[in-house]
């Protein structure tokens, strides 16, 4: 005789199984252990939260009656641990039980798999790694940043790539515009050249300028070497001699900017049919020297 205690509180005299128990089913096995503890069917159904009609079909070994093999398999593990016996023997007598030879090849290849697997990239705890949070957390404030920001700062963002995409197209070496014409009288002015040269003819008379800008480019004219009056939104790049950029801005509709630096001036003025300009007091067409996206480049020499 041995002693065995049980979940149910009580410890009962288990007689000890003798011959070979491999002719018995599981639920022989089931049936033998919970009448040595001397327990009641229905107590052990009780203390598992089952009917007793599934236990006795456990025990009766009535598979069908149960709702699948899977929930008969769990109810005898349940079974075993409530009564403290090995739940090995008797799982292996339900169905889905693995033949050992092939249990012992999963356990195997499970091992296998577990020493090969690398360890780089997480703790010994399965933490992710610091570089990994590292770049969640940035990825989060980069996140945040984009939310919060103003949508004029997407704008001016893309107002700035549009520049100098525009810039980059444009760029081309200046040549000399012809003397004499009555835009360019008293004054040395070299556009841009073009693809294909056209010939550079005098340009027709200033046109009419709007009433509220003309009395502020007239005012700037008698101090400044160049005048940019904007009928419409531009930008403007002026460099004088040496590198030194003079203005590199967008401006406003309306708005007048007079400038005067070390010639040669080289100009670059974004949507020339927009912005009305004077060189020494003389009014200068832009549109001849327009090119694709309105872009008109010029110096301005001695």
Request: aromatic share 4%.
């Amino acid at each position: 005789m041995i002693e065995r205690a049980s979940e149910f509180g009580a410890s009962a005299a288990v007689p000890l199984v003798g011959g070979d128990s491999t002719n018995m089913t599981a639920g022989d096995m089931l049936r033998e252990a919970r009448e040595a503890h001397g327990l009641h069917i229905d107590m052990v159904a009780a203390a598992l939260k089952v009917t007793p009609q599934k236990l006795a079909a456990l025990e009766a070994d009535d598979i069908e009656s149960l709702p699948d093999a899977v929930f008969a398999r769990a109810l005898a593990a349940s079974v075993c641990r409530a009564l403290r016996i090995d739940p090995a023997p008797v799982l292996a007598k339900l169905p889905g039980a693995q033949r050992p030879g092939l249990a012992d090849a999963d356990r195997t290849i499970s091992r296998s798999l577990k020493s090969a697997a690398p360890r780089s990239g997480a703790g010994a705890s399965g933490l992710p790694s610091r570089a990994l949070l590292t770049v969640v957390v940035l990825l989060l404030l980069g996140a945040a940043v984009l939310f919060w920001l103003p949508q004029s700062a997407f704008d001016h963002v893309g107002a700035a790539f549009s520049r100098l995409s525009s810039s980059s197209e444009e760029a081309a070496p200046p040549s000399t515009l012809a003397a004499g014409t009555p835009a360019a009288a008293g004054m040395a002015v070299e556009p841009s050249a073009a693809p294909n040269a056209l010939p550079v003819l005098p340009p027709p008379a200033a046109p009419a300028e709007p009433v509220a800008a003309a009395p502020a480019a007239e005012a700037a004219v008698g101090n400044d070497l160049i005048v940019f009056v904007a009928r419409d939104e531009s930008w403007i790049t002026v460099t004088e001699a040496g590198g030194k950029q003079l203005i590199r801005r967008t401006v406003k509709a309306g708005e007048t900017v007079g400038l005067t630096g070390a010639l040669p001036l080289s100009v670059v003025v974004g949507r020339a049919a927009a912005v009305d300009v004077r060189v020494r007091g003389q009014a200068f067409d832009l549109t001849p020297l327009a090119r694709s996206g309105g872009v008109a480049r010029f110096e301005v020499k001695p």
